[in-house]
């Protein structure tokens, strides 16, 4: 007996830039998580500590431009440039 595909219905290009506009999205939603994620493991190193998700690194970010914090210029200058917001 020989395998065949499974059979799908073929998708109109409004259909497919759907498709790709949410495919799009999750994408830059998982790198985001992402780059939330290894700047607060990075940092908790430091004894930085947040909670997780987006508020958490505006905490730190608030936190990190305080002209008062003795903190690493090149540490500092990471989560500046690496915020996902900016």
């Not at 799009?24 to 998580?33: D, K």
């Not at 939330?36 to 500590?49: M, Q, T, V, Y």
Request: hydrophobic share 45%; glycine share 4%; net charge negative.
């Amino acid at each position: 007996m020989q395998a065949y595909p499974p059979v799908s219905s073929v998708k109109s290009e409004e259909q497919q830039s759907v498709l790709m506009l949410h495919r799009s999205r999750e994408l830059l939603i998982r790198q985001r998580t992402m780059l939330i994620n290894a700047l607060r493991a990075h940092l908790s190193e430091f004894g930085l500590i947040a909670s997780q998700g987006w508020s958490g690194v505006e905490m730190l970010l608030a936190y990190v431009e305080d002209d008062e914090v003795d903190i690493v210029p090149a540490m500092k200058c990471s989560l500046v440039l690496n915020h996902p917001s900016r």
